[in-house]
C-alpha cells in the first residue's frame, strides 16, 4: 500500500483564495482525521471521519472550513476564504479503528496564505 | 482538563547514550501515542500504548496506568534519532490531545 497521500506538499496563496486540500487513505480504513500544526498551538484535530460520516467537526475553527468524504477513497478540506493565519502545515491520517491503534499520517500540505 | 504535558522540551545527546522522554497526563486515557517528526516534517506513529510495554529495534515505550506516565526510551542511540518526539492521549474518545513535543538531537 502507498500510505496516506496528500495533495498538494506545498499551496501558496493569496488571501480571500480558495484553497482544497485533499486526502486519499489507506485502503481499509474507517477512520480518517484532518490534523493542523502551527508553531503557536501545535498539533490539532481539526474533524474526523468514520465510515465517511464526519463525527465531530468541533475542532474546525470557524465557517470558512468545510471538509467532506465522498467515499471510502478519498477526502477534502476546503478553506474557503483563505487568511493569513490560516497558514499552517495540514496533515490527514486513517486508521482501522481510531486511536486505540497507530495512526497512518500522510506528509502533509504546508499552506501558506499570504 | 484534559492535559498531556512532555519533558523535556530540547535534549541534546552524544551518539550511544540512552534516550528517555517522559509524558504525563492529568486522567485516565484510553490510548497513548508516541510519534516521531523528522526534519522534513512527517510523522510517523511509534508506538500505540494503552498499558504495560511495547518494544520496537531500539525503541522502547512504557506507560504506567496508576501514575499517568509513559516514558519513551532509546537505545544506542544515533544521529538519525534526531526528531521531534510528540506523545499523544486519547482520554476515552478518538480526539488525541498532543504533547508540545521533545526536540532530540544527536550529536556524532
Known amino acids: 500500500d502507498a500510505g496516506v497521500i496528500q495533495s498538494p506538499r506545498h499551496e501558496v496563496t493569496e488571501m480571500g483564495q480558495e484553497v482544497t486540500l485533499r486526502c486519499k487513505p489507506i485502503?481499509?480504513?474507517?477512520?480518517l482525521f484532518w490534523y493542523r500544526q502551527t508553531m503557536m498551538r501545535g498539533l490539532e484535530l481539526l474533524i474526523y471521519?468514520?465510515?465517511?460520516?464526519?463525527?465531530?467537526d468541533s475542532g474546525m475553527p470557524e465557517d470558512r472550513f468545510s471538509a467532506k468524504m465522498p467515499n471510502a477513497s478519498f477526502s477534502t478540506l476546503k478553506i474557503q476564504p483563505s487568511e493569513p493565519r490560516d497558514s499552517a502545515v495540514y496533515f490527514c491520517?486513517?486508521?482501522?479503528?481510531?486511536?486505540?491503534?497507530?495512526?497512518?499520517f500522510g506528509s502533509g500540505t504546508q499552506l501558506s496564505v499570504l | 482538563k484534559n492535559e498531556v504535558e512532555q519533558s523535556p522540551q530540547n535534549l541534546t545527546a552524544q551518539e550511544g547514550e540512552f534516550i528517555t522522554i517522559n509524558c504525563s497526563y492529568s486522567v485516565g486515557i484510553s490510548a497513548l501515542h508516541w510519534l516521531q517528526q523528522h526534519p522534513g516534517g512527517g510523522i510517523v506513529s511509534l508506538f500505540m500504548l494503552s498499558s504495560g510495554k511495547k518494544k520496537h529495534g531500539r525503541l522502547i515505550a512504557t506507560i504506567n496506568i496508576q501514575e499517568k506516565h509513559s516514558s519513551l526510551h532509546i537505545t544506542a542511540s544515533h544521529p538519525r534519532d534526531s526528531a521531534v518526539y510528540i506523545c499523544a492521549a486519547s482520554f476515552g474518545n478518538e480526539k488525541l490531545t498532543f504533547g508540545t513535543g521533545t526536540r532530540l538531537t544527536i550529536i556524532p
Open positions: 485502503s481499509g480504513h474507517d477512520y
Open positions: 491520517a486513517s486508521s482501522r479503528t481510531g486511536v486505540i491503534e497507530k495512526l497512518f
Open positions: 471521519f468514520n465510515n465517511n460520516v464526519p463525527i465531530d
